[in-house]
Structure formats: C-alpha cells, structure tokens
C-alpha cells in the first residue's frame, strides 16, 4: 500500500520562504516528484528527485529559488521554497514516478492529496 501525505502549506507574502514535506510509504521508491496547480491552470511540474545518486530536476520557473531534498530517516521528500512569488500561489502535490519523463505527470502514479500554498504581494 503507497501513502503519500503532503504538509506545510499555508499563506504566505512574496519574498518568503516554506518548506513543504511529503511523508510516504513504503520506504523506498525510484523518484518522487513535486507537482503544482493554481486555480484554472493545469497541473504543472515543480521538482523531481531520484532515490539513487540523488539526481533532481526542476522546472525553470523555480530554479534557483526552490531545493528538492530527501530525509532517509524521516522518509520524507522536502521542497525549501524561497523568494515565493505570488505566482507560486497553487496546491502543492507529491507523486510516485512510475516510469518515462519527470516533467510529465503522466509519469506518476499515487499521489498525495495536495497542500495549498497561498502567496500574497
């Protein structure tokens, strides 16, 4: 059984910083990704990150200011957010990468029922 849970959301101000986590289970998976969706826009990929090595990749309009990291202890995968941009403004979900590429969602399965991340100018 694959449980995702998302948590750290909340209402921000633009130029802050967050740090979202994603509890799952069970222990091990190939790649985990962070997923985005603002009301009215399609689900748009934020950030991936590998078991092995790690190897991450991350969409360009949050390169620089967002860092995927994994918590082996914790079994969590950790997305820092900094410089929030009311664009960022969206429901936050992780998922389990099945297969394929990690910018298309229709490379994951399981996934998390999402945290809201609001961010005011």
């Known amino acids: 059984q694959v449980g995702l849970v998302e948590s750290g959301g909340g209402l921000m101000q633009a130029g802050d910083s967050l740090r979202l986590s994603c509890a799952f289970s069970?222990?091990?998976?190939?790649?985990l990704g962070w997923f985005r969706q603002a009301p009215g826009k399609e689900r748009e990929f934020v950030a991936a990150?590998?078991?092995?090595?790690?190897?991450?990749a991350y969409a360009d309009s949050v390169k620089g200011r967002f860092t995927i990291s994994r918590d082996n202890a914790k079994n969590t995968i950790d997305l820092q957010m900094n410089s929030l941009k009311p664009e960022d403004t969206a429901v936050y979900y992780c998922a389990v990468h099945r297969d394929g590429s990690y910018f298309f969602d229709g490379s994951y399965d399981y996934w998390g029922q999402g945290t809201q991340v609001t961010v005011s100018s």
């Open positions: 069970p222990s091990t998976f190939n790649a």
């Open positions: 990150i590998t078991w092995s090595g790690p190897y991450t």
